[in-house]
Nanobody
Framework: QVQLVESGGGLVQLGGSLRLSCVAS????????TGWYRQGPGKQRELVAV???????NYADSVKGRFTISRDNAKSTVYLQMNSLKPEDTAVYYC???????????WGQGTQVTVSS
């Protein structure tokens, strides 16, 4: 069973930074597109950023220029560097792996990010 473990969430002030990490185990990490999603209070889950097996990245408009997604296949880890955080970034952030051919996917348990003003 694939396991995803996220870390790095917490409470930060307006304009601060956090770095989220997601470590995958019991799978071949490099064959998956990886991404971060978030779900704010009373909102639907939304895509934040994705990085493909080939390294192509895509971001939600709301985080462009502030967030950076990266991956280290040797460590089976995907990162999300979040800078210039705003209160509207407050959400539970989820790591996602999706196999681009079979579309089979896995989710992490989520990590809370809270930005205070």
């Amino acid at each position: 069973q694939v396991q995803l473990v996220e870390s790095g969430g917490g409470l930060v002030q307006l304009g601060g930074s956090l770095r989220l990490s997601c470590v995958a185990s019991r799978t071949i990490f490099s064959i998956y597109n990886t991404g971060w999603y978030r779900q704010g209070p009373g909102k639907q889950r939304e895509l934040v950023a994705v990085i493909t097996t080939g390294g192509t990245v895509n971001y939600a408009d709301s985080v462009k220029g502030r967030f950076t997604i990266s991956r280290d296949n040797a460590k089976s880890t995907v990162y999300l560097q979040m800078n210039s955080l705003k209160p509207e970034d407050t959400a539970v952030y989820y790591c996602n792996l999706i196999q681009p051919i079979t579309k089979y996917q896995y989710w992490g348990q989520g990590t809370q990010v809270t930005v205070s003003s």
